[in-house]
Each structure stands twice: as structure tokens, then as C-alpha cells.
């Protein structure tokens, strides 16, 4: 192993360094240190969560990559939030709202047939909209809200974009997870943690280990129409959802969170970068595929349980096929 593969992965095992605004810091300025991304005109990216934090980051690195970048929020309030936010960021880019609340299966399936039906093309998807609600909360279709959002909002995206991602290949799609999913492994048996005592980093930590997984079944699955599936963690980053959510994580880590851009930095490097389309499944951080395990982490998870988690998100996601 070179200097700089030694640094880069006792940076990542070590977490703290590594996760914080010094790991980013450090590592562009290792030798081999990837090359900027490259100018995307003619390309069109969907964000979801795109009104805050690592999502209006994403978003605006987009913008000034000089694609067409659809921002989705919640509603129509927060798309128009987010569109003009990114504008403000990146002026004169071309920025177009989009409203849809993603723990909504119907909403869900509707701006997908909409948006695959009405658009030209979509070179990225970028899964990042999350949330870490500090109770159990279910949506109206009954989900725990964090499975809802993390893991089945990601399926419905993928699938029903699916054939303008196919037109637009090689295309590229990015789920924004968690390094906090190294602790967790797939919840066997109860998959929306709904026989567990709910507290909200575990639960969370799970949907994460769940969309990791679902990631990697993606890109085998879509390998062959051109479209390359990807996960990403972006460390830890001064983000709306951090300073709400983990107000006491946001403190200890206050010397040496990033900032959203930092923590961003890779989603955006993944939806322009050659690298990317290199591969498919792969999980990144800094630019650099990482181990989908950690040696102090939960382990890795076995066939039986991948396939089970699968074949259930399905089920909710395509209810005709009545797996669940
Ligand atoms: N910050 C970190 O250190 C960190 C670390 C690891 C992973 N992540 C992941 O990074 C992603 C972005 O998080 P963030 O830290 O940037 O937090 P954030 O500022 O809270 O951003 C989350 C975004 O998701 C949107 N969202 C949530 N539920 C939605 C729904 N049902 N429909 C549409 N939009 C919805 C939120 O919209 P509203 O404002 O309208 O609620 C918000 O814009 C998340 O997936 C998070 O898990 C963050």
C-alpha cells in the first residue's frame, strides 16, 4: 500500500478525522487525489431533499456544472424554496422546481410517471431526501416514516425513472447514506424496526444499511441498460438535519463538521466524474469506493436476508405483485 492509500485509510477506519471537514482537507491533498468533475452541459439531475443542506449543495454544484437541475421538495413551497435558493447560489443556471412529499407511495408513483413520461432525459438521480424523526412516526400508507423516505422512496424513484435513466445512458444514480450504517446490519424479520424499541439514530442507521443493500441489487439489475447505481456517505456535515436532529452530536463534532458543500462534494463528483461509470454498487466517500463493512461495524449480511429485503420493498412498492 502507497503514502497515500495509508493515509486515506487510516483516515476512513479512524472515523473522526476522516468524517470530519480535516478528512476532506487531507485527502485533496494526497497525490492521486481524483480530478475535479468535469462540465455537464446538455445533462439534466433530479435532487430530492434539495431545499437544505446537503441537497441544496448537491443541487448547486450541479447548477454550476452548468446542467439542467430539477429540485425537488416537499411541496410546491419548498421545490420554489429550493429552486431559488440554488439560484441565488448559482445564477443564471437553469433550475426548475418539482413538488413531491416521497413518503407518499401515490405521490411518489406520479411525479416518477410524470417526470419519465414528460422529460427528454435524466443523467442523475440523486436519492438524498432523509429525515430522523425523534419519535416512531408512520406515514398514510402506513410506513414507519424513516423506511418510507430512505429506503422505499428510493426504490419507487429508481424504478419508475427507470426508462429515461435507460434513454439518457450511461446515466448515473446516487443514494445519499450514512456511515452510521456500519453499526447496523439488514433488521431480518423486522424490516421497518416495528418490533424494536424505537430510538431514532438505530432505526435510521438501519434504513441506511437497507438502502445500501438495495443499492447494490439495483446496480446488478441495471447494469446492462447503462444506468450505474451508487451509494455515497458524505461524513459529517453542519446541516439542518444534524443541528435539529442530533443537536448534541452537532456540538461534540462542532471543531470538525463540514459544511454542506464539503459533505456534498462527492455526490456531485459521482454524477459527473468518468470514474463513476466505471462501476456500479460501489459505496463512496471522499471521492473513493469504501468497504460496505467496518472492522468495529455490525458485519456483513447474508443472501437470504438481502434478497428477503428485496423482494419486501418491492411488495410495498408494487402492490399488484402482493409480496408482502
Ligand atoms: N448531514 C450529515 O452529516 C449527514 C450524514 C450522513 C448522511 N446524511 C444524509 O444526507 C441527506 C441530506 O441530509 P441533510 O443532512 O442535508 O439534512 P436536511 O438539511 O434536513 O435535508 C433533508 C432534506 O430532505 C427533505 N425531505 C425530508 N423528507 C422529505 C419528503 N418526505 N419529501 C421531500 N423532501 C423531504 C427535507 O425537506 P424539508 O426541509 O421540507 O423537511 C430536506 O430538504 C439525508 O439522506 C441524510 O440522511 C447526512
Redesign the pocket.
Known sequence: MDFATTIDTALDRGIVLGYGSVGLRVRRRLPGWPADPPPMPGKTVLV????????LAAATGFARLGAQVHV???NAE?AGEAARRTLERAPGADVRPQA????DLAQLRAFAEKFAGEEPRLDVLVN????MPGRRTHTADGLELTFA??VVAPWVLTAGLEPVLARSAPSRVIN?????LYGQRIPAGDLQSADTRYGPKKV?ART?REELVLTQQWAERLLDRGVHVHAM?????D????RTGMPVFRALTRPVIRT?DE?ADTIVWLGSAPEAVESSGLFWHDRRPRPATHPLGAGPDDEPARKRLWDYVEGIATPHLNRQ
Open positions: 430530492t431533499g434539495a431545499g437544505s443542506g446537503l441537497g425537488l421538495g416537499r419548498r413531491c412529499d416521497v413518503s438524498n431526501a432523509g429525515v423516505t430512505q445519499v447514506v450514512s456511515g452510521g435510521y441506511k456517505h458524505p461524513g459529517w456535515a446541516t439542518e438535519g444534524v454542506p459533505g
